[in-house]
């Protein structure tokens, strides 16, 4: 059984900083590549960004590029997305995925497993 929990959601103002942590019960970990999603509401759930099963490249949607950053721990079965300068169209649910294969992936239906999502809301 995999299990996604995200955490590290909550309020900022707009340029402000976050860090979401994605756990995962998967025990091959690191077989898995990971993708972070988001849906903002009345919006469909879009791509934000994917790390390879190494960590060693990923892959970011132009809204988010040079300011998202995500990474992974491997020996915490663990993977984050850093999020700098934040602005008030960030607002959303944020998902983490994983994928049983390897490659970057923004298409959901890659996506084996989804973790229930946490709020991110930022203010103007």
């Known amino acids: 059984q995999v299990q996604l929990v995200e955490s590290g959601g909550g309020l900022v103002q707009a340029g402000g900083s976050l860090r979401l942590s994605c756990a995962a019960s998967?025990?091959?970990?690191?077989?898995?590549?990971m993708g972070w999603f988001r849906q903002a509401p009345g919006k469909e759930r879009e791509f934000v960004a994917a790390i390879s099963r190494s960590g060693g490249s990923t892959y970011y949607a132009d809204s988010v590029k040079g300011r998202f950053t995500s990474s992974r721990d491997n020996a915490k079965s663990t993977v984050y997305l850093q999020m700098k300068n934040l602005k008030p169209e960030d607002t959303a649910v944020y998902y983490c995925?994983?994928?049983?294969?390897?490659?970057?992936?923004?298409?959901?239906?890659?996506?084996?497993?989804w973790g229930q999502g946490t709020q991110v809301t930022v203010s103007s």
């Open positions: 995925a994983a994928r049983d294969l390897g490659g970057l992936r923004e298409v959901r239906s890659d996506y084996d497993y």
């Open positions: 998967i025990r091959t970990f690191s077989t898995y590549a």
